[in-house]
């Protein structure tokens, strides 16, 4: 199932990536959706090259009931973003897996940060996928909208969590 997001915010580049590896600020857009986050590490400087590992336990109660007998009330989702140094003008790419516990559900996406004069547009392009052997595609279906919602609010918490700095 494909995956699709754009929003720009009204800052630059590194003020976003600043803020989508602030750790306060992960563990707020974890606490909004109603989930918590585990752990998170950033190897690398952020203003080059840099992996971030974001573990989180959100809740399933927006899942179809068929999906949450599957899953349960909570998941483990490991969020991995390899993300390339910047270009000339600040714009930057992350290669974003998510991989959910306990269910053969995977996310491959692009999160693209856009230079865009003194505005970032944000752009999120990828595939969920199950494994599972003939509900494979009915469970990528019920996924797809609950992941893009959770890659949206990170985009939309940014500007907020940024307009109260």
Do not use: C
């Amino acid at each position: 199932m494909a995956l699709s997001a754009s929003t720009t915010l009204p800052y630059d580049v590194q003020s976003v990536t600043d803020v989508f590896t602030d750790e306060a600020f992960l563990k707020h857009t974890s606490e909004h959706v109603g989930g918590e986050l585990q752990s998170l590490t950033v190897d690398g400087d952020t203003s080059a090259a840099f992996t971030l590992t974001a573990v989180r336990t959100l809740p399933t109660t927006r899942l179809p009931d068929f999906a949450r007998k599957f899953v349960g009330e909570t998941i483990t989702v490991t969020q991995t973003e390899d993300w390339a140094a910047p270009l000339p003008d600040g714009s930057r790419e992350a290669k974003v897996t998510m991989k959910i516990s306990g269910a053969p559900v995977t996310v491959d996406a692009v999160q693209r940060l856009v230079a865009e004069g003194t505005s970032t547009r944000v752009d999120v392009e990828g595939n969920v996928t199950s494994s599972i052997p003939f509900m494979g595609a009915k469970i990528a279906d019920a996924a797809e909208p609950f992941i893009g919602k959770a890659l949206n609010v990170q985009a939309t918490q940014a500007k907020s969590w940024l307009e109260n700095r």
